[in-house]
């Protein structure tokens, strides 16, 4: 079901990237991909309740315009699989899993404290996700998810990346982002339900000037 949002992700961005490559030629485009652990948090929970990390995907595009010397803004689009796992030992539940899959469009900040062969760089900034299916999984069996959900959600990133060119215009990078849901994403319950993310990615930024 992804592919089928990323392809549309994609051209928005080469249509954005082929605009503004006409006005300035400073722009780096890219793709990403690798792991997202998810988790979720959920207040008012009950003690017995242990939430723990799901493992998912984590796949997108880059664009990104230098403003200074060292800092450039940065736009992340892509599909990303958030959700958790918990488990309940008083009633001798394991692993129930939650899958709560996004695509996203991110704004970011990016600042270079190394500036060298090497590039080290602080991250941050927010993402506006869309949610495009949820479900549950316990003993096995499947539930949806998707109506109990809101559709939106917001949460904050943080994180860092390395960079290192491997080609004339070609650089890998290694990225970690760290993300905290900022809304609550249940329609249902005295219980605010956020989001809880870290996501380890590689990929690479080609340069079009």
């Known amino acids: 079901m992804f592919s089928k949002y990323l392809s549309k992700i994609i051209s928005l961005l080469?249509?954005?990237?082929?605009?503004?490559?006409?006005?300035?030629?400073?722009?780096?485009?890219?793709?990403?991909?690798?792991?997202?652990?998810?988790?979720?948090?959920?207040?008012?929970?009950?003690?017995?309740?242990?939430?723990l990390r799901k493992t998912g995907l984590s796949i997108g595009a880059i664009v990104e315009y230098p403003i200074l010397e060292n800092m450039s803004v940065r736009l992340n689009a892509g599909y990303i699989q958030r959700g958790g796992k918990n488990n309940i030992?008083?009633?001798?539940?394991?692993?129930?899993?939650?899958?709560?899959?996004?695509?996203e469009l991110a704004p970011y900040l990016t600042y270079n404290v190394i500036n060298s062969e090497i590039i080290v760089k602080i991250i941050g900034g927010f993402s506006f996700g869309h949610l495009i299916d949820a479900k549950g999984n316990t003993g096995g069996n499947d539930f949806s998810l998707k109506e109990s959900l809101y559709l939106f959600n917001l949460t904050s990133n943080f994180g860092l990346e390395i960079e290192k060119k491997i080609l004339q215009k070609t650089s890998l990078i290694f990225t970690g982002i760290y993300s905290i849901g900022l809304k609550n994403i249940s329609k249902f319950g005295n219980s605010d339900l956020k989001t809880s993310d870290l996501t380890i990615n590689i990929g690479f930024l080609y340069n079009l000037y």
């Not at 394991?94 to 709560?100: D, L």
């Open 14 to 51: 080469v249509v954005v990237v082929f605009t503004s490559s006409v006005t300035d030629a400073q722009i780096k485009i890219g793709l990403n991909g690798g792991a997202n652990f998810a988790k979720y948090t959920l207040t008012n929970k009950a003690p017995d309740f242990d939430f």
């Open 89 to 103: 030992p008083t009633l001798g539940v394991n692993e129930n899993k939650f899958y709560f899959d996004y695509i």
